[in-house]
């Protein structure tokens, strides 16, 4: 049973398009720095094997977030939440058009990550309240749509930005597309307070985190936040000097990496519903690992960028699907917002790592034009952090259909 008001459950498409919108600006958010990274580089003088550390910044300032909010979202009206969350996150971006250096560059983005984690949890737990479990991987595969979405038309667009304004211009668009997004969840949501109804142990933090279930859950999301983005933050500067793919196509190679996405989240969103996550998940981290070995272990790669990339975007569709629609399992109705924020800090916390020690491993050659230097090594522990994550999906799955009748989440 949803608690939504039932005029909601009438509108229950438009509510996840506009769920959909809110990831879609979260998402480009954070992805267009990445391909930005060469053009704000150049400008502001920052050397391109640390533009993992701005990347970083976001994420970690984003798990901080989720910390703080996994012990207070799931007080406020979900209405709310999401609008504040959206707000702030629309200003940190704008600030980041006004960054002179390094520094100030860093402080805008943990601004937006601040607000961008929360964004993300309150988006999924409203999902999650209103959808039964039976139809939920197919709605995960609409609001992780974004992401596609985000590949194919988000960041291309705000690298032709780039190009024709300068690396700023995306922020600002970008930033006003945030706000029209908080003021339509205004207007279209409706008071979302069900879960201030609920009261027992599920309201318990040590009762929700303690179990065996939950923990193993943000594990796996820390672990596979970790792998991915270890690879992800270079994957720009990669293909732009190493492979050597002209700057005029990195907005094509985008387009394409999303619309391989966004084909793969139509077709596996239903098939997460009838073959279970644990297929769907093995198979995407097995995608994964191959694209990961064959495009960056052997030096050349023996993938180019435009058949590298889509098939990279592919799997990790593939993968987040059945994780996520997984996880949505995992807790309660009065627990959903808060465990969704802890999930965003651990998969923030597990993108800032994995970032992190990318920018510990590789370095840039000067000589070379700033190519980087150690990306099989990178690609080889990222491949070994990926191989583990199956036997741990079907662990949490086994696990929740054991749980104590009254820990089972409804529909669970």
Not at 6 to 27: C, D, G, K, Y
Not at 38 to 43: C, L, N, V, W
Not at 227 to 249: D, H, K, Q, T
Request: charged share 10%.
């Amino acid at each position: 049973m949803s608690d939504a008001p039932e005029a909601l459950l009438r509108s229950e498409r438009a509510v996840l398009l506009l769920l959909a919108a809110v990831q879609f600006v979260n998402i480009v958010d954070f992805m267009m720095v990445m391909p930005l990274g060469p053009d704000f580089a150049r400008d502001l003088g920052i050397d391109t094997a640390k533009l993992g550390v701005i990347g970083g910044a976001y994420t970690a300032s984003a798990a901080v977030a989720g910390v703080l909010g996994s012990t207070v979202l799931d007080r406020f009206d979900r209405r709310t939440a999401l609008m504040v969350a959206n707000i702030g996150l629309a200003f940190g971006t704008l600030m980041g058009a006004f960054a002179t250096d390094l520094n100030s560059l860093l402080a805008a983005r943990v601004l937006a990550g601040f607000f961008g984690g929360p964004a993300t949890a309150v988006a999924y737990a409203i999902v999650t309240d209103l959808i039964p479990i039976a139809r939920r991987g197919r709605a995960m595969g609409m609001i992780m749509g974004a992401f596609s979405i985000a590949s194919v038309l988000g960041v291309p667009a705000g690298l032709e930005l780039a190009r024709f304004g300068g690396w700023r211009t995306p922020f600002v668009v970008l930033a006003a597309a945030g706000l029209l997004v908080a003021v339509v969840g205004r207007v279209l949501l409706p008071s979302l307070r069900g879960h201030l109804q609920r009261v027992g142990p599920a309201l318990d933090m040590a009762a929700l985190f303690s179990r065996p279930v939950v923990i193993g859950a943000l594990i796996l999301n820390l672990l596979g936040h970790l792998a991915r983005f270890s690879i992800i933050p270079f994957i720009s500067p990669f293909v732009l000097i190493n492979m050597g793919l002209p700057r005029s196509e990195l907005g094509v190679l985008y387009m394409v990496g999303g619309v391989s996405s966004l084909i793969t989240l139509r077709v596996m969103g239903p098939l997460v519903d009838r073959l279970g996550v644990s297929r769907v998940f093995a198979a995407g981290s097995l995608g994964v690992v191959l694209t990961t070995g064959v495009a960056f272990v052997p030096e050349p790669g023996w993938l180019p960028p435009l058949a590298l990339f889509p098939l990279f975007m592919a799997s990790t569709s593939a993968a987040n699907v059945a994780q996520q629609t997984l996880c949505t399992a995992v807790p309660g109705p009065a627990e959903r917002a808060r465990y969704q924020s802890a999930q965003s800090a651990l998969q923030h916390m597990g993108a800032a790592l994995g970032a992190s020690i990318g920018t510990a491993i590789l370095s840039s050659d000067p000589e070379n034009g700033g190519s980087l230097i150690g990306m099989p090594i990178l690609a080889m522990f990222s491949m070994t952090i990926c191989m583990l994550l199956p036997p741990l999906a079907v662990w949490v799955k086994t696990s929740l259909a054991a749980q104590p009748e009254p820990l089972r989440p409804v529909g669970g």
